[in-house]
């Protein structure tokens, strides 16, 4: 698969998470995918995304970056949001906030297959001091 194949298919999945359009996410997602080093099968990597949405009503992911090979891509994803109540431990309570997320993904047979995630905890935590 070429690189630019994988960027337009990142491209099209992150415009799938920002519509909610959970049926099509397999599309995108492998059965088998993992986060962060842990095996959640797609309808378990759904279900977090769902909790996601749910606890950030405003929600959008915005892609600053995207870098690709012939198996990976790298994204710096950037919101700004109000999540309700506690996000990655700490008390947001519904104030907006704005920080950046590098994640990269693993790619076979064109689906995504690892993906590894580092949000920016202490740019959220200099906002809430």
Known sequence: MMQTDLAAICRNYIDCLNRQDWPQLGEFVADDVSHNGQRLGLSGYRAMLERDFREIPDLSFNITLLMSDASHVA????FDC????????LAVNGRRVSFTENVFYEFRDGKIVQVWSVIDKAAIEAQLA
């Open 75 to 78: 994204c710096r994803l950037a």
């Open 82 to 89: 109000a999540p309700k109540g506690t996000f990655l431990g």
